[in-house]
């Protein structure tokens, strides 16, 4: 997120949300933040249960998964349809994340301007609502270490990148194993090829965006809070 759209945060708390309402409104983001992060956890979740339970069942090395009171059985349409279910749930945690993304820099601007400090001082930092690498970067940064900057900085990277790879992998696998196993003579196994491309597509084009974003507002983060030379 640049300057500009960071200047028409500001603008518009300042247009838009009277004085009094400021506090209630941080009350209400607050709660979104959280409802979105527990969201994206289950996301997370329903992924993880999918890659492990995808490619045990195709392979016969397991007949059955019981999940309470639902069973996913060896060649049945759930596991069919696997793939498909994965890559949307992918697709809506991005979408969430960006919007997590969002959120959290109207949370900064709102607390610098409802308490008057500067956005992106020692005081408005210690009230935000930071991810673990975000605080472990910024805490490196006022010890004045370059190095560790700079280190943390590359394993924020590399999570970033094993996170994002990971779910497109396991998602071009599902669509391959589908493509070998599947006999191309009725909608649902067509549909069930087809869907998890056009949303592995469009998941990429949203991944792009939010990782731009993010990578933004850690660097513009590194040069205020860290005075870090551009």
Not at 52 to 71: C, Q, R, T, W
Not at 214 to 221: A, R, T
Request: overall charge neutral.
């Amino acid at each position: 997120m640049d300057n500009d759209v960071s200047q028409k945060i500001g603008s518009l708390i300042e247009a838009e949300l009277p004085i009094k309402d400021r506090e209630k409104y941080l009350d209400i983001l607050t709660n979104r933040i959280e409802g979105n992060i527990k969201l994206n956890s289950k996301f997370i979740n329903i992924m993880l249960l999918c890659i492990l339970a995808f490619p045990l069942l195709v392979s016969s090395k397991i007949s059955e998964i019981s999940l309470g009171p639902f069973k996913l059985v060896e060649d049945s349409i759930i596991v069919l349809l696997i793939p498909t279910v994965f890559t949307f749930i992918h697709y809506r945690y991005m979408s969430v994340w960006a919007n997590i993304t969002q959120q959290k820099e109207i949370y900064k601007y709102l607390t610098s301007n409802i308490f008057s400090i500067n956005t992106n001082s020692l005081l408005n930092y210690n009230i935000s609502l930071q991810s673990f690498t975000e605080s472990a970067i910024l805490n490196h940064i006022r010890g004045g270490s370059r190095f560790l900057i700079k280190t943390m900085a590359f394993i924020w990277l590399l999570m970033l990148f094993i996170v994002f790879v990971i779910p497109y992998a396991f998602g071009i696998y599902g669509v391959c194993i589908l493509y070998t196993k599947l006999e191309f003579n009725s909608v649902i196994n067509w549909l069930s090829f087809v869907i998890p491309i056009f949303l592995m597509l469009g998941t990429l084009i949203a991944t792009v965006q939010c990782l731009l974003e993010d990578v933004g507002i850690l660097n513009k983060n590194l040069i205020e809070f860290g005075d870090v030379p551009k």
